[in-house]
Each structure stands twice: as C-alpha cells, then as structure tokens.
C-alpha cells in the first residue's frame, strides 16, 4: 500500500522559514514526478512547485525566488525549502506523486500538513 507522510509544517512568523518534507513508502511502479500543491481557505488547490524524474523544476510565479523543491530519489523523498514566507503562503499543502497517464492510480496525494504565516 501506498502512502505519503508529510512532515514539516507548522505556524511561522512573516519572513520565517519552513521545510517541508513528503516520504513515499510502499512500491510506487514509475514515477513521472513529485510535487507540492497547497489549498487555502476558499480558494482551488493550486500547484507550488513540482520537480520530475530528470530533476528539472518548475514553480507557481507567487513563489519563485522563495521556495525551492529537492528530491532524494533513492529514498522517494521530496522537500520544500519555504523561505521569506508571507501570510499569503498561509494553506494546506499536499504532497504529490504523478504516474504516467496509462497508470492507475495517476496520482498519489499526502494527507496535507497545515502551514500558517502570521503577520
């Protein structure tokens, strides 16, 4: 069985920093990439970061400068350094695992962890 324990999350002051770890344990068959999604009260969930298989990456423009994605592929471990938080980083976020779309399930999604910026 499949699961994805985040860890990292918590309540930080304007500026502070977080890291944000995801580790998937279980056999996951190919996977295409990894990556942090985040939902904030009343809004869609929106990708942060995401990084593939070959390592590139990619970010959400509002955290681009400030946040940066890692992975240890050997340990199917992904990370979000979370620098120069604001409180409109304040949301859920949820890690990802992303197969290949001829996979079933495509997708894995991590129970979410609660980060909060205060102002």
């Known amino acids: 069985q499949v699961q994805l324990v985040e860890s990292g999350g918590g309540l930080v002051q304007s500026g502070g920093s977080l890291r944000l770890s995801c580790a998937a344990s279980g056999i996951i068959f190919r996977i295409d990439a990894m990556g942090w999604y985040r939902q904030a009260p009343g809004k869609q969930r929106e990708l942060v970061a995401g990084i593939i298989s070959g390592g590139s990456t990619n970010y959400a423009d509002s955290v681009k400068g400030r946040f940066t994605i890692s992975r240890d592929n050997a340990k199917n471990t992904v990370y979000l350094q979370m620098n120069s938080l604001k409180p409109e980083d304040t949301a859920v976020y949820y890690c990802?695992?992303?197969?290949?779309?001829?996979?079933?399930?495509?997708?894995?999604w991590g129970q979410g962890t609660q980060v909060t910026v205060s102002s």
């Open positions: 990802n695992v992303r197969r290949p779309s001829w996979a079933s399930p495509r997708d894995y």
